[in-house]
């Protein structure tokens, strides 16, 4: 079998990490292939177009300078200042405790910034193309791989063989490298899942995030930039799953009533601006994040749920250790070793505490409701442990952040 061409990195998924991780290993010098099976949609109102939004937190926000690419996204940008975080798990779904976790209480700039995932692909294909060392495929699947000593032969659908140095698994939560090495997965399923869509409504938002916490899964509202001269915000909201399909099938002004009740009237009434979409939510993490010459990052590692803004700043989080270790000799046995001693655990202890976190997001018994605004209130109270949460959940270890 002839393995042709031979390049540094091959990554299968041309997901917004499988993008990114092109363009960032490209932008290291290395020679990159990026393969998907289906062609990006880059349109918000195309078929199929992904109509959730990404929080990128500052620690991502410096991987896409390193890949060249926020320069393109940062005047579609919305700054994330202010975590409101409500409990509205009372008799009445009303707000009962209202909680602002600060940026400028840890940092100088904001947590984080938010863009729809429509328009990061767009942004990233666009910047690939101009990428004389990154070979972008849309509408290539893997098929199969062969492991050596020094490379992998990855099997294309088009037909072709690809040998790369390494082989980066991006490709979701189905993902077909991880198949490939035969690395099994644990699963949680919680029986939800979340509507994903944008709203107008009456209040500015005002740069803050607001997560309202009641029963089924926490209702999220992230500040995007206005839309028609109103302010304009996405929402994720978690439900089980026979909850979502009743509200996805009742007509257009009952769901809108259901949805200014869920939303306490926090920003004043909200305005359905664009179509539903569906996604399950699962807790998911593999054995192993690597093979020989293969590491797994994103979906193909690690799945969580939509909480705190974890999902692809994990994933990114992943792409960030694996660029460093791979300077000198990608795909190295050491360099793999090394990722998967420091990725792994800490993929497992964030997995676990957002299963945690959502959980109490899902009670739906009203003494236990009580229980987790008790909880609440009482973090907050205590100046010193709220900084520590926050820090957590932005990646600041320690001092205060400079990223602007």
């Not at 539903?276 to 994103?298: C, N, V, Y």
């Not at 009482?378 to 932005?394: D, E, F, S």
Request: one cysteine or more; aromatic letters at 4%.
């Amino acid at each position: 079998m002839t393995a042709t061409p031979r390049t540094d990195i091959l990554v299968s998924g041309g997901g917004i990490a499988g993008l990114t991780a092109a363009a960032a290993f490209g932008a290291d010098g290395h020679r990159v292939i990026c393969v998907d099976p289906a062609p990006p949609v880059t349109d918000e109102s195309g078929s199929g177009s992904d109509l959730r939004t990404t929080a990128f937190l500052q620690p991502s926000v410096r991987l896409l300078k390193r890949a060249g690419v926020w320069e393109r996204l940062a005047p579609h940008a919305t700054p994330l200042q202010i975590m409101r975080i409500i409990d509205a798990g009372g008799t009445e779904p009303t707000a009962r405790l209202v909680r602002d976790f600060n940026a400028s209480d840890i940092s100088d700039a904001p947590f984080g910034w938010n863009l729809p995932n429509w328009l990061l692909r767009r942004e990233i294909t666009a910047h690939l193309a101009e990428m004389p060392n990154v070979d972008f495929r849309p509408g290539t699947a893997t098929t199969g791989m062969t492991t050596r000593e020094d490379s992998a032969i990855v099997a294309l659908s088009d037909g072709a063989y690809v040998s790369a140095r390494l082989v980066v698994g991006a490709d979701g939560r189905d993902s077909a490298i991880r198949n490939a090495l035969k690395i099994g997965v644990r699963t949680t399923r919680y029986g939800q899942r979340a509507l994903a869509f944008a709203v107008t409504h009456e209040i500015p938002h005002e740069n803050v995030s607001t997560e309202i916490h009641r029963s089924g899964g926490p209702f999220t509202l992230v500040p995007l930039p206005d839309r028609d001269g109103k302010p304009y915000s996405a929402v994720v909201w978690m439900e089980r799953g026979p909850e979502i399909a009743r509200l996805m099938a009742l007509p257009p002004e009952l769901f809108e009533t259901e949805l200014n009740t869920r939303s306490t009237g926090i920003l004043g009434h909200l305005t359905q601006a664009t179509r539903l979409t569906s996604w399950p939510i699962i807790s998911q993490i593999a054995e192993r994040f690597t093979g020989p010459r293969t590491a797994l990052i994103a979906e193909a590692a690690h799945v969580l749920p939509p909480i705190g803004a974890q999902g692809l700043n994990m994933s990114l989080a992943d792409l960030q250790l694996l660029l460093d270790l791979s300077q000198s000799d990608p795909g190295s046995r050491e360099s793999l070793d090394e990722f998967q001693r420091r990725r792994w655990l800490e993929a497992r202890l964030r997995i676990g505490g957002i299963d945690l976190l959502n959980r109490a997001s899902m009670i739906g018994a009203r003494p236990l409701r009580d229980l987790r605004a008790a909880g609440l209130g009482a973090i907050y109270g205590i100046p010193p442990v709220r900084r520590l949460m926050m820090k957590a959940g932005l990646g600041v270890s320690q001092g205060r952040s400079t990223e602007s």
